[in-house]
């Protein structure tokens, strides 16, 4: 999602909190912009177990699979793809938004169950509408998460998080508001130069390493140019594409360093993305605050406002308390949010249950409206603009809806593993997936493991939903109703390129891995959840790979060297 521009007074603040606290984090040195990294020398220990992770934000993986074939990535051609394993088919997670993205990739977990469901939430229990996705909410979204991070399992060995959201536990955090460099660029919206102030902050990791005596277990860079210019320009612009190979000549700055310090062998490197992009119309745009009014006569609150920041509770309440429906808008997807109204007829919002009460299944399709009672799942099903609606008639079950078609998604769980059933309850298939391949076999409505709806679906449309919406509705923030726009349009109206909801070129993401002992060629399918685990293994940490809680699982048999 497009970074929104602060506010001039808090773009001043920023800037002199950034100068306060030059002085006092790691390295306290400005990085000069076109010297980065210098010359870096390492003296100090490394062995053969060490992790340098660079995501490279909304990076769509077939864009950079054909520029690499093209030549326009030397760097990642010669120091990754040549010498290691790259996954045929990897996927994000659901929703497909940063900040979830992010969270999920931290700590190897669905951002269902993590307390991190998007970019913006709605907390019924609190009533307070949460965001986590401006600048001054940078780090806000680590406050909600349920799960230890990746750095926090491994408070015993040296990490470092450079910019990224989520790096609590961290030995080393590198702020974002640190490099005054790479904040004046970014205010200024010059994303090739905030990328080569991230990373250039490769020396001050060499920095800590020479001070410490010991090279960092693991390091995750957090690349967020070309997300940024793909929601403006589009994906497959030319101004997108610079970024890449902006990217690639960074990395490649980064490798040439440890080359020249003979530690390229000793370092695996792994480049990936949080999600794609899909790219739009700016013309369709279905604005849910507008749509709610206009065809059902609800009051419905979207924008999220001064308010919602209030400490004040009762100041929320008394804004919340006018709406039938609160948005909670990330992108191509949103959460809606009822009020129950325990009236057969319409009543004012000031006269409904209280926020905390959610309106049953049956409620919603049939919910008393200003001009008569509405079936909400039916209305937006048929809303220009939306792609699907799911929900949650009753525990263990989903509830998906396109157009067209209807489906229903169980689970059980047997013998401790989540088990996932699919089947077309009434019209076309809404995932697609009845028609012909391995997918088909598997809507009988009979019980499959998550792995077998990965590997069956993974190169369809609509990858991975079985197997990853169900887990969306365990968060206590998820909304009556979850709806995914359809293809070329989004809940936004400002880009060009968007991500968040289900199609194939915004959840499939790259996977390039690197380094000793990793083998050359393919692999997959796997998950973004699933580097967590194959990061702890592959850092002799099996153990801490396989704990409870995990969503994803290992593939570092399936690279390793014979």
Not at 24 to 36: A, F, K, T
Not at 59 to 78: H, K, N, Q, S, T
Not at 465 to 484: K, N, T
């Amino acid at each position: 999602m497009t970074p929104p521009r602060p506010a001039p007074f808090l773009a001043a603040a920023v800037l002199v909190l950034g100068a306060l606290v030059a002085g006092c984090s790691m390295g306290s040195r400005r990085i000069r912009p076109g010297d980065y990294p210098s010359d870096p020398r390492l003296d100090c220990i490394l062995d053969d177990r060490h992790v340098l992770l660079f995501l490279v934000d909304g990076c769509r993986e077939d864009l950079l699979r054909e520029m690499v074939a093209r030549g326009e990535l030397p760097a990642i051609r010669r120091y990754l793809v040549a010498r290691g394993a790259s996954a045929e088919c990897a996927v994000s997670t659901v929703p497909s938004v940063t900040n979830a993205c992010i969270a999920a990739a931290t700590c190897g977990v669905y951002p269902g169950r993590l307390g991190a469901p998007g970019n913006r939430w709605y907390d019924r229990d609190k009533s307070e509408r949460i965001s986590v996705f401006g600048l001054h909410d940078y780090y806000r979204i680590e406050e909600y998460l349920s799960r230890p991070t990746i750095y926090e399992i491994l408070s015993d060995e040296p990490t470092v998080a450079l910019f990224t959201r989520c790096p609590r536990g961290s030995t080393y955090h590198i702020p974002f508001y640190y490099n005054l460099i790479a904040m004046k660029y970014y205010l200024a919206g010059n994303w090739a130069k905030v990328d080569e102030a991230f990373l250039g902050e490769f020396d001050d990791l060499v920095d800590c390493a020479n001070r410490d005596g010991v090279f960092p277990r693991f390091a995750f860079f957090h690349l967020t140019g070309y997300d940024s210019v793909a929601h403006r320009a589009g994906p497959f612009s030319a101004e997108a594409k610079a970024l890449l190979r902006n990217v690639d000549r960074g990395l490649g700055r980064i490798a040439e360093a440890l080359e020249r310090n003979g530690a390229l062998d000793r370092v695996c490197l792994m480049l990936t993305a949080d999600h794609g992009h899909v790219v739009m119309e700016k013309k369709n745009c279905l604005l849910l605050e507008e749509w709610f009014p206009a065809r059902t006569g609800l009051p419905a609150l979207d924008r999220y406002t001064r308010i919602d920041r209030s400490h004040d509770a009762r100041k929320r309440r008394r804004l919340y308390d006018r709406f039938a429906v609160i948005v909670a808008n990330n992108g191509r997807n949103a959460d809606l949010h009822l009020r129950r109204n325990p009236a057969e007829t319409w009543i004012p919002p000031e006269r409904m249950a209280p926020w905390n009460e959610r309106p049953s299944w049956e409620e919603l399709r049939h919910y008393p409206a200003p001009r008569g009672p509405v079936d909400l799942i039916e209305a937006l099903r048929r809303a220009p603009g939306v792609g699907f609606v799911a929900g949650r008639p009753r525990n263990g079950e989903i509830a998906l809806f396109s157009p067209g078609g209807e489906s229903r998604i169980r689970t059980v769980v047997e013998g401790g593993e989540t088990r996932f059933s699919y089947a077309v309850v009434e019209g076309d298939d809404p995932l697609g997936y009845g028609g012909t391949g391995a997918a088909a076999s598997l809507c009988d409505g009979r019980f499959r493991s998550s792995r077998e709806w990965l590997e069956a679906t993974c190169g369809l449309d609509f990858p991975d939903i079985v197997a990853q919406l169900p887990s969306l509705f365990e968060d206590r923030s998820r909304g009556d109703l979850y709806l995914v726009a359809a293809d070329g349009w989004d809940f936004e109206e400002t880009n060009i390129s968007s991500h968040g909801g289900f199609q194939r070129d915004e959840m499939r993401i790259p996977l390039l891995v690197a380094g000793p002992r990793i083998r050359k060629g393919t692999f997959g399918p796997v998950r973004l959840v699933d580097l967590v685990p194959t990061i702890l293994d592959y850092l002799g940490h099996g153990d801490r790979a396989r704990r409870d809680g995990l969503d994803g699982v290992s593939f570092l048999e399936e690279i390793s060297a014979p």
